[in-house]
């Protein structure tokens, strides 16, 4: 039985045909949001952080996919937060209730809105030499 002959230089060109067919770019990144609020005047134990992606104002804030968890975030006895790995192609609701041994407080009104990022498509030139 004979062996076909194929030689370095002939698998060389089916690799660079076969190459640009497997080439799928893709661009994938998340978003952060920054809160920064004054501390409430009561006697505090911790803040909660609640999101949502739907735009009805009401309850429930039931946000998911933060790298920090679903809603509510406890974010502790801070006054600044950063919630990361959002979709950057969502608008996000946000709002903010203080926390006692015993109770929680009504939700922060009106709830901050963070509108989708617009970003420019990428380019990708494919230069081949003949």
Known sequence: MKTPHVQLSDLLKITLLCFPLLL???LSYSRDIDFLWTANPEPVTSYNLYYKTDSNSDVPYDGTGANEGDSPIPVG????FT???LSPNETYYFVLTAVNDTEESEFTSPPATYEPILMPSPTITIMSQN
């Open 24 to 26: 799928i770019p893709s």
């Open 77 to 80: 006895k801070v006054t600044s």
């Open 83 to 85: 919630v990361t790995g």
